[in-house]
């Protein structure tokens, strides 16, 4: 039998995180470093993940003695939204002619159809003085310059070689905080607990709407097996959890306990909602149909974490009448006209449904999902326009439920 003596020469390095390489951060750094001045953009509807990566770099940035200013798509629920701390200007008040940084720093997102229009075009005026950070592979790229680490290494490998470029893309990555984490990491940043207050948040919040992470009663994070990324995001998590003391903690997980919990204006709104309920002729589609402009709608901000909660629960309310096979709920979103459509069935009925529309009225439809429960979009503001998108649904869910 022949031994392998190369054997010993396998490098076994002490972590199971995909580390940053060194080269790729510190160029990125040097670029941020060069600048005076640096505008920072969120992704559209902007969640946590990108606002807190957006606070833990402006503070970051701060710390170096670089301007910064954050450019938020609404987010005003998200952790810590402080805009005075923190220089914050909606994405609605920037255009081509706005006052420009000297670089543009994108996090959480590296697509243009993840920019608000006009913030995508604001960012191309930056032309080659644009970096990032994201976790998403999208193809139609916001900027050319590109550097994508997809691999998940195993302990044995050496870390990867990468020609270091403005985009830092690591799609193995659950969360945005946890790269920034890692560039801070790499550069040799000791986060303060501000920042890592920040990162926490943006971590819990992505990981945990995928099931990755889940907080206990007790207020342990813990993360699941199905995260699947050899402990990546768990040694990340306790890596800025060790730089926190109980109370930071604390403090996010109550925003995050605070953020979901209904007002009494949302429960009122959650009770007039069977009365507003309407049916397709066959009675077995339930539907509510939240028009463009409804006040209501309006006064409680739109989709918000809450008012989705309210939706969650008027469909699963809706679907438990045993008359009743689907049920759909179709919103203004605050996504710049955006209208959307939430359906839950019985059955296979909301594949069923949606395949109907597709093969019959409509091809391009936007929809899609599981085959009980789907989402769907339709690009417009306009009433009548989203009216007669509901109605495709409820003649479909005639034909499909008869
Ligand atoms: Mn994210």
């Known amino acids: 039998m022949i031994i392998n003596n190369n054997y010993k020469s396998f490098i076994q390095p002490n972590f199971t995180a995909n580390v940053m390489p060194k080269n790729c951060a510190e160029y990125i750094d040097n670029k941020l470093k060069n600048a005076k001045t640096v505008d920072i953009f969120c992704h559209t509807s902007s969640d946590e993940d990108s606002f807190n990566s957006a606070k833990a770099m402006y503070s970051y940035l701060e710390s170096q003695g670089i301007k910064s200013r ?20 909606q994405a609605d008040d920037v ?20 920019a608000v229009p006009n913030v995508a075009k604001f960012i191309n005026s930056y032309g080659a003085n644009v970096v990032g950070f994201d976790h998403h592979n999208n193809s139609d790229k916001i900027t050319p310059n590109y550097n994508q680490i997809t691999q998940s290494y195993a302990k ?4 990867p ?11 193995s990555a659950k969360s945005n905080c946890a790269i920034i984490s890692r560039f801070f990491d790499a550069i040799g940043h000791k986060i303060n607990r501000e920042e890592g207050r920040s990162l926490l948040a943006g971590m819990i919040d992505d990981t945990s709407k995928d099931g990755f992470t889940k907080v206990s009663k007790l207020g342990q994070i813990e993360v699941s097996d199905k995260t699947n ?58 539907y509510l149909e939240i028009q463009q402009g409804d006040k209501e709608w309006e006064n409680l901000g739109r989709d918000t974490i ?11 309310q809706m679907l438990n009448d045993k008359n009743v096979d689907a049920v759909a709920v179709f919103f203004p979103t605050n996504e710049q006209d955006i209208y959307k459509m939430s359906i839950i069935t019985k059955k296979d009925y909301a594949k069923q449904i949606i395949d109907n529309i597709k093969t019959t009225t409509c091809p391009d439809l936007v929809a ?6 789907s989402g769907g979009s339709l690009s417009s503001s306009d009433k009548q326009k989203c009216h007669e998108w509901v109605n495709l649904f409820v003649n479909a869910a005639n034909e499909v439920l008869s």
Request: glycine share 4%; proline share 0%.
């Open 70 to 89: 954050i450019v938020v798509s609404n987010g005003k629920e998200c952790y810590d939204y402080n805009t005075n701390k923190y220089n914050i200007i």
């Open 229 to 286: 990324d050899n402990g990546n995001t768990k040694t990340v998590m306790n890596n800025v959890l060790s730089r926190l003391n109980i109370f930071d903690k604390l403090n996010v997980l109550k925003h995050f306990a605070d953020k979901s919990k209904l007002t009494d204006k949302e429960i009122k709104f959650q009770n007039t909602l069977k009365n507003r309920t309407q049916y397709s002729n066959n009675g077995k589609f339930a």
């Open 161 to 171: 070689k990468l020609e270091a470029r403005n985009f830092y893309i690591d799609s």
């Open 306 to 316: 809450r008012t989705k909660t309210v939706l969650g629960n008027y469909r699963k």
């Open 95 to 114: 255009n081509e002619t706005t006052k420009k940084a000297d670089l543009a720093l994108c996090l959480d997102f590296s697509a243009k159809s993840r």
């Open 156 to 159: 044995t490998q050496e870390l």
């Open 368 to 373: 899609g999902g599981h085959d009980d429960r």
